[in-house]
């Protein structure tokens, strides 16, 4: 059974910044393939925020682009979500998502609220 647990989220003035981590629990069998935090606003539809893939891969939401930075630690499973310049439209629930084999995996969530 393979858990996901996110930390760091919380509550920060507009401007400040942030640092989401993630990393499974559990017996990792095969190989990660993709490691990505998305998010949820009240009343919208999760979106995609950033992922990383084998290979460091990136990709960004146009929205975080040059705020926000992606980073892992292959060597702990492990997936960073540096959060610079946080605005009040920022404010959701950041979920990790886990891609291993045909599965994908969803951590609980944290919650991050920027005020203004």
């Known amino acids: 059974q393979v858990q996901v647990v996110e930390s760091g989220g919380g509550l920060v003035q507009a401007g400040g910044s942030l640092r989401l981590s993630c990393a499974p629990s559990?017996?990792?069998?095969?190989?990660?393939?993709?490691m990505g935090w998305y998010r949820q606003a009240p009343g919208k539809q999760r979106e995609l925020v950033a992922i990383?893939?084998?290979?460091?891969?990136?990709n960004y939401a146009d929205s975080v682009k040059g705020r926000f930075t992606i980073s892992g630690d292959d060597a702990k499973n492990t997936v960073y979500l540096q959060m610079n310049s946080l605005q009040p439209e920022d404010t959701a629930v950041y979920y990790c998502?886990?891609?291993?084999?045909?599965?994908?995996?969803w951590g609980q969530g944290t919650q991050v609220t920027v005020s203004s």
């Open positions: 559990g017996t990792i069998s095969t190989s990660i393939n993709r």
């Open positions: 998502s886990l891609k291993m084999g045909l599965f994908t995996y």
């Open positions: 990383r893939s084998s290979g460091s891969i990136t």
